[in-house]
């Protein structure tokens, strides 16, 4: 089965540190979202691209917070510098039909210390 | 703004006990709502679009309905493999740009053996 790849899985940071997690997207997918998931808010929509143009990047931080998709196979989130409450799980998602929804990757599970 | 709204928050059953979990929402003109499973440390598992009023979708144990307003999941006998947490997301209809998943912050399912 064709999968979205995250890396890395976990990530455990000091304060004040460059956070850089990584997404393949399931090739032929032109939807791209980066989500953020935590007990409190649930799951929380960050940005997304669609034919790799930025659509929406309303729900991030645009102080700290960057997403970029250098090419069709990579996504990546930045957080610069990272702080306490970023700490939480980083979804990416990739689909391109809606009747096969979107598929999500394993999450990054960030630790800001 | 899109919003979804799930309940119950948290629903414990007895193996071969059916209930259904709500979803309902508020979006200006669907484009899909979709459900989804996750369990724990992984990502969100699709399993149904729905688009229009009326339509029912089934996998298993599992039924969706849509209705104008709201979607039903409902379960019939399930077993202890269907605990897990249950999302709703909606897609609204709009202009070119608008392909933003909005998400529930779910249901969380027990089913005791």
């Known amino acids: 089965d064709a999968r979205v790849t995250q890396t890395p899985r976990h990530k455990v940071t000091e304060m004040g540190q460059e956070v850089t997690m990584r997404c393949q997207p399931i090739l032929g997918h032109n939807t791209v979202f980066w989500y953020r998931q935590t007990m409190m808010q649930g799951l929380e929509l960050l940005a997304y691209f669609r034919n790799r143009a930025p659509l929406d990047d309303s729900g991030m931080p645009k102080d700290r917070f960057s997403a970029e998709m250098p090419d069709a196979t990579l996504a990546t989130l930045k957080i610069q510098p990272s702080e306490p409450r970023d700490s939480a799980v980083y979804f990416c998602?990739?689909?391109?039909?809606?009747?096969?929804?979107?598929?999500f990757g394993s999450g990054t599970r960030l630790t800001v210390v | 703004e899109d919003q979804v709204t799930q309940s119950p928050e948290a629903l414990r059953l007895q193996e071969g006990e059916s209930s259904s979990l709500n979803c309902s929402y508020t979006v200006s003109g669907l484009r899909g709502l979709f459900w989804y499973r996750q369990d724990p440390g992984k990502g969100p598992e699709f399993l149904f679009t729905?688009?229009?009023a009326g339509e029912e979708k089934e996998k298993e144990r599992l039924k969706a309905t849509l209705t104008k307003k709201e979607s039903f999941l409902h379960i019939t006998a399930p077993k202890p493999e269907d605990s897990a947490t249950y999302l709703c997301?909606?897609?609204?209809?709009?202009?070119?740009?608008?392909?933003?998943?909005?998400f529930g912050k779910g249901t969380l399912l027990t089913v005791n053996p």
């Open positions: 729905l688009y229009s």
């Open positions: 997301a909606v897609q609204a209809r709009g202009g070119g740009s608008n392909y933003k998943l909005t």
């Open positions: 998602a990739s689909g391109s039909r809606i009747p096969y929804g979107y598929t």
